[in-house]
């Protein structure tokens, strides 16, 4: 991938970080005329969605959260390029009149000397583009996803064996990472699409989640990757201790370390109860499974792979990226499950997940067990719920382990302007 394809991507995809080299606004020299390192480096890029238009100037808001206005002239280069464009050869010129606030835009700047950012370069997509290509990459995503927990990584082969969650039971994919291949890493910290990193293959290890696009074989033991994302997350079975809805926050006693954890709720956290008749009929899935009787057994629910391995561990989770450009949204037009269905797959267990009532934090009381699927959290930020299930005390009698691995095989991620969830 060449310079100008990698910034269409971080446009496409707005992940700044991940924009190649740098543009020098030049060196400033004394009168000696030797080079002195300006007391703050200019930045060379800007990437974000517009948000105000007035005269020349056009303000935004980048992809690291802060505001910034940038000048354009008469000798401003304007194209628009089209989301997944592999380089501007077939871009058209344009003027500041066709942009519109919503359009995302990839600006080539220099400070000048009043502090100002003045472009020389603005690549633009618009809006609408963005969503069209949202809506083809949702239905691509769909019919040639794959996605599983992470057995093992071959440098060698550049390959990633995953346990995937099938109708069926668990099946093992090898997912060929190519030169051309996108690969990218969930930040510890969130579950948005498009706080993901561009990443390397070394990044990836056993017990991860990963979820890949591409051409599979004949018999799908093998795929071709276009694009793969992975991340660490964590399974707590736990009960409360308490819930502090102005902070956001619950403390859980952790059933295997027997330790409170903090788990951080936010707006994009699926919080839900299941209703007793489900968790029951789950529950006895569960006791089957664990006998190895059914479909997914192996002391797993739902065909997960044996390497969930209880609290804290890695899951199988079929995550599918959503971005502001050239993702998806991996709820939409799922089918629905019926309550109090016995699951056959982690399919259909993830279907009758969807069906379980929302709660609100509030509605959590001190004793209740949940499982909770979070990310992996940082020293400076606790883990973040991705979904929290109540009303699982049916299933945690019958196998605690057997219920994490069935939940880190059904989950969805709540899709929020970037954020991701299962296909």
């Given at each position: 991938m060449n310079r100008t394809q990698k910034s269409i991507v971080a446009l496409t995809l707005g992940a700044a970080a991940i924009l190649p080299g740098s543009f020098a606004a030049g060196d400033a020299r004394g009168d000696s005329g030797q080079a002195q390192q300006p007391a703050t480096p200019?930045?060379?890029?800007?990437?974000?969605?517009i948000t105000a238009i007035s005269g020349n100037s056009i303000t935004l808001k980048t992809d690291g959260g802060?505001?910034?206005?940038?000048?354009?002239?008469?000798?401003?280069?304007?194209?628009?390029?089209?989301?997944?464009?592999?380089?501007?050869?077939s871009a058209a010129a344009i003027?500041?009149?066709?942009?519109?606030?919503?359009d995302r835009i990839l600006a080539r700047v220099k400070t000048t000397e009043d502090g100002k950012l003045e472009a020389s370069t603005v690549i633009a997509m618009k809006?609408?583009?963005?969503?069209?290509?949202?809506?083809?990459?949702?239905?691509?995503?769909?019919?040639?996803?794959?996605?599983?927990?992470?057995?093992?990584?071959?440098?060698?082969?550049?390959?990633?064996?995953i346990m995937a969650a099938e109708p069926g039971g668990s099946k093992p994919i090898n997912v060929h990472v190519l030169p051309a291949t996108v690969v990218?890493?969930?930040?510890?910290?969130?579950?948005?699409?498009?706080?993901?990193?561009?990443?390397?293959?070394?990044?990836?290890?056993?017990?991860d989640q990963l979820r890949a696009r591409g051409e599979r074989s004949a018999d799908g033991s093998d795929l071709n990757a276009d694009e793969i994302i992975s991340g660490t997350f964590h399974n707590v079975a736990a009960t409360v201790i308490s819930a502090d809805t102005a902070a956001g926050s619950l403390t859980l006693n952790d059933l295997a370390t027997k330790k409170p954890v903090i788990i951080r709720i936010t707006s994009d956290s699926?919080?839900?109860?299941?209703?007793?008749?489900?968790?029951?009929?789950?529950?006895?899935?569960?006791?089957?499974?664990?006998?190895?009787?059914?479909?997914?057994?192996?002391?797993?629910?739902?065909?997960?792979?044996?390497?969930s391995n209880g609290a804290n561990g890695g899951g199988n989770a079929s995550t599918a990226p959503e971005s502001s450009g050239g993702g998806h949204d991996p709820r939409a037009n799922q089918p629905r499950g019926t309550e109090g269905t016995q699951p056959r797959s982690g399919g259909d267990t993830q279907q009758m997940l969807?069906?379980?009532?929302?709660?609100?934090?509030?509605?959590?009381?001190?004793?209740?067990?949940?499982?909770?699927?979070?990310?992996?959290?940082?020293?400076?930020?606790?883990?973040?719920?991705?979904?929290?299930?109540?009303?699982?005390?049916?299933?945690?009698?019958?196998?605690?382990?057997a219920s994490q691995s069935m939940l880190m095989a059904s989950w969805n991620?709540?899709?929020?302007?970037?954020?991701d969830a299962q296909q």
């Open positions: 200019a930045p060379s890029r800007v990437v974000g969605v802060a505001p910034a206005t940038i000048v354009v002239d008469a000798d401003t280069r304007m194209l628009q390029a089209a989301p997944g464009q592999k380089d501007l050869s003027q500041i009149q066709d942009l519109a606030v919503g809006q609408t583009d963005i969503v069209a290509k949202q809506a083809k990459d949702r239905q691509d995503w769909q019919r040639r996803g794959v996605g599983g927990l992470v057995r093992s990584v071959d440098s060698t082969s550049h390959s990633v064996l990218r890493r969930y930040s510890p910290d969130s579950v948005k699409f498009d706080d993901a990193k561009m990443g390397t293959l070394d990044q990836i290890r056993p017990g699926q919080l839900r109860r299941l209703p007793a008749m489900m968790a029951q009929g789950i529950a006895m899935r569960l006791k089957g499974a664990a006998n190895g009787a059914g479909p997914g057994s192996n002391g797993t629910a739902g065909g997960a792979s044996p390497g969807a069906r379980a009532p929302a709660i609100q934090l509030a509605e959590l009381k001190k004793g209740d067990a949940v499982m909770v699927v979070a990310t992996e959290g940082s020293d400076s930020t606790p883990a973040t719920a991705i979904t929290l299930l109540a009303g699982v005390e049916p299933m945690l009698q019958a196998s605690t382990s991620l709540n899709a929020n302007g970037g954020q």
